[in-house]
């Protein structure tokens, strides 16, 4: 799955990590975050700590980088 890092005032590329962190149907219930300004960007900051807990694989391209459950 494609990570689509967006910030909160751009919209997401659909079928990415951050459409879904910003869906209604997450278990959250849509954004993620408690004040404007300091939400968005799920897919740059989540991702790497997922990986160290051994919970999905990343790939670490300069751009367009994917993850994978493991």
Request: hydrophobic share 35%; no cysteine.
């Amino acid at each position: 799955m494609d990570l689509g890092s967006a910030d909160e005032n751009k919209p997401a590329k659909d079928g990415t990590l951050e459409a879904w962190a910003r869906a209604d149907d997450n278990p959250v219930g849509g954004w993620y975050g408690l004040r404007k300004g300091y939400r968005g960007r799920f897919a740059m900051y989540v991702p790497p700590l997922l990986e160290h807990l051994g919970l999905v694989e990343l790939e670490h391209n300069p751009r367009n980088n994917r993850i994978r459950a493991r």
